[in-house]
């Protein structure tokens, strides 16, 4: 089994441009590009926001909320986020 694409090759994959062409877009070397894509090499966060930005994709983070079912003898079950946002 494959190991799962790395966020650089998807981004790049996506905007259907080479390793070469990213690397002159980002003002890299391809080879680097390689390496992180088949993860010899661990990029930093500024390295991959740079890739990114030059494939035209951004690197977003979605907070993931659990949901837990209670029960009340008076409502009957109802669901409750593990947290709740703040609001201004």
């Avoid at 990114?52 to 690197?59: F, G, I, K, R, T």
């Amino acid at each position: 089994m494959d190991p799962p694409k790395t966020v650089i090759e998807i981004a790049r994959k996506a905007a259907g441009v080479s390793q070469a062409q990213l690397a002159v877009w980002a003002g890299t070397q391809q080879s680097s590009i390689s390496e992180y894509e088949s993860r010899r090499k661990s990029p930093t966060l500024e390295v991959v926001e740079r890739l990114l930005e030059a494939a035209d994709a951004e690197l977003t983070i979605k907070p993931i909320i659990d949901f837990d079912t209670r029960q009340d003898p008076e409502i009957g079950r109802y669901v409750v986020p593990e947290k709740l946002w703040s609001v201004p």
